[in-house]
Structures are given as structure tokens and as C-alpha cells.
């Protein structure tokens, strides 16, 4: 009996241990499973804590920073943004030769030498000159010289020393460059009744070809003219000083394939009457002392004209003038203008006037 009860007294107490194990089985599988879906739900996740962060700088933008690209420079930091002169209007360009300040006519110099050149000129015109205004070379010898020099700002009646740099010519010879004045529009200014003034030197042992050429007339080592009327004057003619030039210009023509002008009476009453008047009142000029034009003075002579022009010239002979005509290109143009048909020579003397003797030769047509 007391086998039967042990073996009776065993049997509750395996149950009670297989309940237990069955509640921590479940317990396990409970675990398992929150585990297993925990797992599930991470993996699916978006992971942030492993993946780098992004960097801290700010993302570019289309838009430059100013700090990064400066602007471009302002026009007042530009030499070449300062505005130029503004054309003048209503006024008139004309200039006088004053004086040579240095490198007189004829000076001499070494083969090669580096000289500086200054005139001093009038601006005898209303309209004031600037940096528009210019000397440009205008032929003869260049001696380096540049193309185009601006001129600096002179009002009207005052004064300005023009200054050019030039080099001597290698070769020994007497030598002569032209230049004129230039207007803002491309216009040629007058400088007296000339249209350049020029440089004439000789170079290593040359000698002077002719007489030294005042650039106001083409006079040499002559007062330049006053506007007060020469006291007693006493002009002369000389018909032989007319007749050379009549011949000369004709020869000119038939070298350049032109036909001859015809020596006209009224033509040259009208040029005779100028030579006079610019020898007894001490000018050198087209325009009279009365203000008339070589058209008025043409037609008051008697001569209906077309087409009239008028070259001049005083301090020197014959030749002298007409080769300074010569070399002119404006003056060469009047003496070989196709359309000329006649021409009126006129020639004035007079002693202890400023130039001596005047040239005026007027051309015309019918």
C-alpha cells in the first residue's frame, strides 16, 4: 500500500512541471516572436542614425555673389571713358604764325639728330581749340614725324606753342616738312593766307638751296606784319616779275597735260589792287582790308566768274613763290585747275613795308 501511494504521490507533481514548462514554452515563443517583429520593423525603417549627414554648407545658388565677382571698373577708373570736346557751332577756325620759338629756318644740324620743333601760333578764329583741333604732317621730308599731334585747349587771341619731336635725315641736304592745322571735321585751317607752316634745316655740311621762309608768308628774317597801316607807303610794279609767273604757271599746266591760261586785263587789275592793299595796310591774306573776297573783288573789276580763286605770297621772288606754290597742295591744285580759263597776275613793292613784296594771282572762269 505505501508503494501504491508513492507511486500515486509522483503523478501531481510531473503535471505541475509540465504546466510550467508549457507557460515558459510560451512565454519563449511570445519573446521569439515580438523579437522576430521587432527585427521585421527595424529592417523595413528608413535607417538615419548610420548614414552620413549631409554637409554644411549652403547649396549654390544661380545667382554670383558679389563678393566673388566684382563688378566691372566704373568709367571714372577708364583713362578713355573721359567725354570728348563737343563740336562748336556758329564760330570760325583761323590761326597766325607768331615765331618760331626753336629750329629757325635753316638751322643745322648733325646727320641724325633728335630736335625738337615749336611754333608759336594765334588762334585768330571765335571757336576755341582742343584735343578735336590737330597738326598733321602734310608732306616734304617726314624727319619721323608722327601722322596727327592733338593741340592743347586755347581760347580765341590767345597764343599756343606747338611742339613736334623730329630726327635729322642721315644724308647731308637742306630739308623741309609741311604741316598744317586740322580741324575737327577734317577741315584744313588757314595759318595767315597760307595753309601750312613747316620745318627747313640743313643737314651735315649742305647749303641752303634758297632763302629762309618765314611760315606766315615765306618771307626770310622778316618782322612778322602788324595790323597798323604801313606809314607813307610807296608801292612799286614790275612787269617783269609778272611776266616770269604768267610763264611759269603755263609751263606747269603743259607738263601736267592742261591747257594754257590767258593773262586777263580785269583779272589782273583785281589781283593788282590785293597785292597793293595787303603791302599798304600790312597784312597777308585773301580777305581785303575792306573785308572783300577775291569773288567780290573779280566781279568789281569787271569779270562775271563762274569759278574764282586766288593764291598769294610775300617776301620773296619769283621763284621763290611760285616754288612754295608748288609744294603746297592746295596752292599746286589752284595752278592746275582743269577749269581754269584765265588769270590775273598782280605784283607790290614797297619798301619798309613788313614783307616787301606781295604775290597775288587770282584764276577764273567765265
Known amino acids: 500500500m505505501a508503494f501504491g501511494k508513492s507511486g500515486l504521490g509522483c503523478y501531481p507533481n510531473?503535471?505541475?512541471?509540465?504546466?510550467?514548462?508549457?507557460?515558459?514554452?510560451?512565454?519563449?515563443l511570445k519573446t521569439l516572436f515580438w523579437i522576430i517583429l521587432l527585427s521585421l520593423v527595424t529592417a523595413c525603417a528608413p535607417v538615419t542614425t548610420t548614414t552620413p549627414s549631409q554637409p554644411t554648407?549652403?547649396?549654390?545658388?544661380?545667382?554670383?555673389?558679389?563678393t566673388n565677382h566684382p563688378a566691372p571698373p566704373t568709367a571714372t577708373n577708364s583713362p578713355t571713358a573721359a567725354p570728348s570736346p563737343t563740336l562748336q557751332a556758329n564760330c570760325l577756325d583761323a590761326a597766325l604764325f607768331i615765331e618760331d620759338i626753336s629750329i629757325p629756318d635753316n638751322e643745322r644740324?648733325?646727320?641724325?639728330?633728335?630736335?625738337?620743333?615749336?611754333?608759336?601760333?594765334?588762334?585768330?578764329?571765335?571757336?576755341?581749340?582742343?584735343?578735336?583741333?590737330?597738326?598733321?604732317?602734310?608732306?616734304?621730308?617726314?624727319?619721323?614725324?608722327?601722322?596727327?599731334?592733338?593741340?592743347?585747349?586755347?581760347?580765341?587771341?590767345?597764343?599756343?606753342?606747338?611742339?613736334?619731336?623730329?630726327?635729322?635725315?642721315a644724308k647731308d641736304g637742306a630739308y623741309t616738312s609741311l604741316f598744317a592745322l586740322r580741324g575737327p571735321t577734317g577741315q584744313i585751317i588757314p595759318v595767315?593766307?597760307?595753309?601750312?607752316?613747316?620745318?627747313?634745316?640743313?643737314v651735315g655740311n649742305a647749303t641752303a638751296a634758297g632763302p629762309a621762309l618765314n611760315p606766315a608768308t615765306g618771307a626770310e628774317n622778316v618782322p612778322v606784319a602788324t595790323s597798323a597801316p604801313v606809314s607813307g607807303c610807296s608801292p612799286s610794279q614790275n612787269m617783269a616779275y609778272v611776266n616770269e609767273i604768267f610763264a611759269l604757271i603755263n609751263a606747269a599746266r603743259a607738263e601736267?597735260?592742261?591747257?594754257?591760261?590767258s593773262l586777263n586785263s580785269a583779272l589782273s587789275a583785281a589781283a593788282q589792287s590785293h597785292s597793293e592793299d595787303m603791302?599798304?595796310?600790312?597784312?597777308?591774306?585773301?580777305?581785303?582790308?575792306?573785308?572783300?573776297?577775291?569773288?567780290?573783288?573779280?566781279?568789281?573789276?569787271?569779270?562775271?566768274?563762274?569759278?574764282s580763286e586766288e593764291i598769294i605770297y610775300a617776301g620773296g621772288g619769283t621763284q621763290a613763290a611760285?616754288?612754295?606754290w608748288m609744294n603746297d597742295g592746295l596752292h599746286q591744285a589752284a595752278i592746275l585747275r582743269a577749269e581754269a580759263v584765265h588769270v590775273g597776275i598782280g605784283y607790290t613793292y614797297a619798301p619798309g613795308s613788313a614783307y616787301t613784296s606781295y604775290f597775288a594771282v587770282d584764276f577764273a572762269t567765265p
Not at 554648407?57 to 558679389?66: L, V, W
Not at 595767315?192 to 640743313?202: A, D, F, N, P, S
Request: hydrophobic share 40%.
Open 109 to 169: 644740324l648733325e646727320n641724325g639728330a633728335v630736335f625738337t620743333k615749336t611754333w608759336r601760333l594765334r588762334n585768330t578764329g571765335t571757336c576755341s581749340w582742343n584735343e578735336r583741333y590737330s597738326l598733321i604732317f602734310s608732306g616734304g621730308e617726314r624727319m619721323n614725324a608722327t601722322d596727327t599731334l592733338p593741340l592743347s585747349e586755347t581760347r580765341p587771341n590767345a597764343t599756343l606753342d606747338v611742339s613736334i619731336e623730329l630726327i635729322a635725315p
Open 192 to 202: 595767315g593766307g597760307l595753309q601750312t607752316i613747316w620745318v627747313k634745316v640743313l
Open 322 to 324: 611760285f616754288t612754295w
Open 256 to 261: 601736267a597735260g592742261l591747257g594754257a591760261v
Open 14 to 28: 510531473f503535471l505541475a512541471d509540465h504546466q510550467n514548462h508549457d507557460q515558459e514554452a510560451q512565454i519563449a
Open 57 to 66: 554648407r549652403a547649396a549654390p545658388t544661380f545667382t554670383p555673389s558679389r
Open 279 to 307: 603791302a599798304c595796310n600790312a597784312f597777308v591774306g585773301h580777305g581785303g582790308s575792306n573785308g572783300s573776297s577775291i569773288h567780290q573783288r573779280v566781279a568789281a573789276a569787271g569779270y562775271a566768274p563762274s569759278y
